[in-house]
């Protein structure tokens, strides 16, 4: 069935840093979303990316949807402890109405 | 505005003991959905609803039963509770197509022994 992968499972970086999360969808997307989840809170969506080669943008965080729309990545420039939890990618099942959620990156920033 | 509001927020049961968690938006969302979430196993989905009086399977529906009586309510049943169904229960609902973002409510936690 369809997968989507993340990786990597965890990253630990000092404050300052900066931090990429990769996402791989084993099928063609539609779209794909981003959702952050802070410990001990529930996953908020942060962005779409609809277009192939779409380039977003929220302050310090870059969502990047490949050429092929497969994959996707979300970058974080300077890390701040702010930015400490699970980043979790998510793409529309073939032909239903969910969504498949990657298995998430688990960020840890260091101060 | 609430947004997603879950009950009970925690619950512990013993093995074989039945219960219901509810999930209530006030988003007038058409889509609704229960999540499960295991350590290093991300979201996964159980079942999921596209509108009031329908219901679907997901990835991991086995052991659980659902209802979307009304637009604004899900539910998620445990007929008999099994200790692989410790975890953190996330109910989301969104709008009528899939390229709108889930909005989660907070969670509940439940232990099986």
């Known amino acids: 069935g369809q997968q989507v992968m993340q990786i990597p499972q965890y990253q630990h970086v000092q404050e300052g840093e900066d931090f990429t999360t990769y996402c791989n969808s084993s099928?063609?997307?539609?779209?794909i979303q981003w959702y952050k989840q802070r410990p001990g809170g529930h996953p908020v969506f942060l962005i779409q990316?609809?277009?192939?080669?779409e380039v977003k943008k929220q302050k310090r965080l870059t969502f990047q949807f490949g050429e092929a729309k497969k994959n996707s990545s979300l970058h974080i420039t300077a890390t701040q402890t702010t930015d400490v939890g699970t980043y979790f990618c998510a793409g529309p099942g073939s032909g239903t109405y969910k969504y498949i959620f990657g298995t998430g990156t688990r960020l840890k920033v260091l101060a | 505005n609430a947004g997603v509001t879950q009950t009970p927020k925690f619950r512990v049961l013993k093995t074989g003991q039945s219960m219901t968690l509810l999930c209530a938006q006030d988003?007038?969302?058409?889509?609704m959905y229960w999540y499960r979430q295991d350590p290093g196993m991300g979201l996964r989905l159980i079942h999921y609803?596209?509108?009031?009086?329908?219901?679907a399977k997901g990835e991991v529906p086995d052991g659980y039963n659902v209802s979307r009586l009304k637009k604004q309510n899900f539910l998620l049943g445990l007929e008999s509770a099994a200790p692989s169904q410790t975890s953190v229960y996330f109910c989301?609902?969104?709008?009528?197509?899939?390229?709108?973002?889930?909005?989660f409510g907070d969670g509940t936690r439940l232990s099986i022994l």
């Open positions: 989301a609902s969104s709008y009528s197509t899939t390229n709108q973002p889930q909005h």
């Open positions: 609803s596209v509108g009031e009086g329908t219901t």
């Open positions: 099928t063609t997307l539609s779209n």
């Open positions: 990316l609809v277009k192939s080669g």
């Open positions: 988003m007038n969302h058409e889509y």
